[in-house]
């Protein structure tokens, strides 16, 4: 898994890093098959104070791009609002992946009277 992480009017620190990496360690624990992920973190300059931290994450996976972003005051909680929104996308689109066809009881007991 290819990580990048990125920040937009705001130094990246090793404290923000190590935040992400731990968030980030629970959308894998659901899906393995991510191939990239490129966080981006901004800081904008706008009036109002509320929703000037911005969390972005883009998270290329086998089969989908999926595309996750949040604001808040706080860059911790824009973080934390960003990574759940982007685990519940994850778990929604394993499950679409799995293979849940099974064969129809239908067929099951017409194959044993033929």
């Known amino acids: 898994m290819n990580l990048t992480i990125s920040g937009h009017h705001l130094e990246v620190t090793p404290s923000l890093r ?25 800081v904008e300059k706008q009036k109002e104070k509320e929703k000037r931290q911005r969390a972005e994450v883009t998270l290329h996976a086998k089969g989908k791009d999926i595309f996750v972003e949040s604001s ?19 778990v929604r689109h394993k499950d679409r ?16 009277v033929a």
Not at 30 to 40: A, E, G, K, R, T
Not at 72 to 90: C, G, N, S
């Open 18 to 42: 190590e935040y992400v990496l731990t968030k980030l360690d629970r959308v894998t624990r659901h899906f393995d098959q991510v191939v990239d992920v490129n966080v981006l973190l901004t």
């Open 97 to 112: 992946v799995q293979d849940h066809h099974h064969e129809s009881h239908k067929r099951t007991v017409a194959g044993d």
């Open 72 to 90: 808040h005051e706080d860059l911790y909680a824009a973080i934390d609002q960003t990574m759940d929104k982007l685990d519940r996308q994850v």
